[in-house]
């Protein structure tokens, strides 16, 4: 095949193909005399292979899977695949945890005054004092200092958060993680509104994972090529 062949059954264009065979996604092309091109069938198989690698675990992971294959490190290139594959479970566990946090989420009854103090917040959650102020430095909760002590005030609004990331640290989501989303709980006004963001979170991970399934076959193709063309091969001396 020629580049422009190789580009129009694959959607893409002839610089496309050429730079993916610089790019280490494609090995090496035969060359005519003229040093034109000329891409067989293993071509093919190897961009069916990384063409289905991109959704599935990201254009640099695609791109370093197809280089390690190129290059006979099969091993390195399905412990790439595991590494991605890992990935996706612990987005899952990180998801499921998230998803529990909220619908769980029944802060403690707060007192007529309707602030908490430090103490009897960290009381209530079952956590250390301490562990709410190293929350606060992390931007997870977000006490006001009352002007006549200067200690901190936790309003309704403070204890829902706090409870929120107290069943987030629970499910082993990092702080660094967990204040993002607690912006997008104060910006919405509570959880409530979450359960879109949370149902496109979960529909991504079925998409990404279906797409692991598609590339794991066509990557199985390229690395067992078929009867025929092992025939073709002995028969041709390549």
Do not use: C
Not at 96 to 111: C, F, G, I, K, Q
């Amino acid at each position: 095949m020629r580049p422009i062949d190789l580009a129009r059954d694959h959607g893409l264009s002839t610089q496309a193909v050429r730079n993916y065979e610089d790019a280490g996604v494609l090995p090496p092309a035969e060359r005519t005399p003229s040093g034109y091109r000329v891409y067989g069938e293993t071509h093919a198989r190897a961009l069916r292979a990384f063409l289905a690698l991109v959704p599935a675990h990201g254009h640099r992971t695609a791109t370093a899977i197809m280089r390690a294959v190129n290059a006979g490190a099969v091993d390195d290139a399905l412990a790439l695949v595991d590494e991605s594959h890992a990935q996706l479970l612990q987005d899952r566990r990180t998801l499921a945890a998230v998803e529990d946090a909220l619908r769980d989420v029944s802060p403690p009854p707060t007192p007529r005054s309707g602030r908490f103090f430090v103490g009897a917040l960290a009381g209530k959650l079952g956590v250390r004092p301490a562990t709410l102020r190293k929350w606060e430095r992390a931007g997870v909760v977000r006490p006001q200092r009352d002007p006549a002590t200067g200690y901190r005030v936790y309003t309704a609004a403070d204890v829902r958060d706090a409870h929120l990331a107290h069943q987030l640290r629970r499910g082993g989501y990092p702080l660094a993680r967990i204040a993002p989303l607690l912006d997008q709980v104060r910006k919405a006004g509570g959880v409530v509104p979450l359960d879109a963001a949370l149902a496109d979170w979960r529909d991504r991970l079925t998409r990404r994972g279906t797409a692991m399934l598609a590339a794991a076959a066509e990557l199985h193709t390229h690395l067992s090529p078929t009867p025929a063309s092992t025939t073709r091969r002995a028969h041709t001396g390549r």
